[in-house]
């Protein structure tokens, strides 16, 4: 009798070790393949466009009157203190200081208080409200001078520092009343009514709660407001005929003739009228970095 052998069954392999995880492969973006050159040659050439200017016009304040050297050697302070005691710019220093502060307070004052009705309250023709300050951003400035002018003279402000102040107030408000009031609406509502519920009415609630978390806002809006105002030269040439209220523009203005002009003269002013502004740039530039929206919600 003959038996089949079974067939032998082989043992089933043993399952294999799970292989680790590779790293996923990343895949470069083109940009990532340009060559580190390409970036940095063109922004050194735009670096170096934007720079000679500047050093243009420290070459010209340094260096003696007459030098053809294009470094400022040896260094003189003539041309500072020409412009500063002969050419009365302490006196356009201080009457440009004056109206860029008072400038700078009007405006974030009435469009605080603006900005929060615009986002705090519902009114009928609000979004027409909204629409037409926009719009007024498109008017030339040269537009408003006949019509500002004959109110100044009614009032008898011609000639006086006031009606730079108000005039550049009024020109700057828009844009500030509509920033301010996207700051206000990135403040919860919720804080304005928990500190109802503690007792404080709205004035005392918006200025404890909600007017220290606006502070990078308000910074922002004031400085651009300072540098307008320092910076601008329509206004103050029409509404100020006095040499003793005019302001640095003006008196930049002031260095040129049609004869001839003094270059290191004016290149000194420049730098006179320069310096703040690039201080208040840098201080702004802090909280741009920061964030408006995240400064306003994290205060």
Not at 162 to 177: D, H, N
Not at 190 to 197: F, H, K, R
């Amino acid at each position: 009798m003959i038996t089949e052998e079974a067939p032998e069954i082989a043992p089933a392999p043993a399952p294999a070790a799970p292989e680790p995880p590779r790293p996923a492969a990343r895949r470069r973006r083109a940009w990532d393949e340009v060559p580190r050159w390409q970036i940095y040659l063109p922004l050194s050439v735009y670096l170096l466009f934007t720079l000679i200017p500047f050093y243009w016009i420290l070459l010209f304040a340094l260096r003696p009157a007459g030098s053809t050297s294009l470094v400022p050697w040896p260094m003189t302070s003539v041309h500072f203190g020409k412009v500063w005691n002969e050419r009365s710019f302490g006196v356009y220093f201080q009457n440009s200081v004056l109206v860029g502060v008072a400038t700078l307070v009007m405006t974030t004052v009435v469009a605080l208080a603006g900005g929060y009705a615009l986002a705090r309250f519902d009114f009928r023709l609000k979004r027409g409200f909204m629409l037409a300050l926009l719009c007024t951003q498109f008017v030339p400035g040269a537009l408003l001078l006949v019509p500002l002018f004959e109110i100044f003279a009614n009032l008898r402000m011609i000639n006086s520092l006031a009606s730079v102040v108000i005039a550049e107030t009024v020109f700057q408000l828009p844009l500030s009343m509509i920033l301010i009031s996207g700051f206000i609406r990135n403040v919860p509502y919720s804080l304005e009514e928990a500190a109802w519920v503690d007792g404080c009415n709205r004035f005392t609630g918006f200025r404890i709660v909600v007017l220290p978390l606006l502070r990078p806002g308000l910074i922002a809006v004031g400085s651009f407001a300072f540098v307008h105002a320092w910076n601008h030269f329509l206004f103050a040439l029409m509404f100020l005929s006095d040499q003793g209220k005019q302001t640095i523009p003006v008196g930049l203005n002031t260095l040129m003739s049609a004869d001839s002009v003094d270059l290191g003269a004016l290149a000194a002013g420049g730098i006179v009228a320069a310096v703040p502004v690039v201080i208040v740039f840098a201080f702004i530039q802090k909280w741009l970095i920061t964030g408006f929206s995240a400064g306003a919600v994290k205060g």
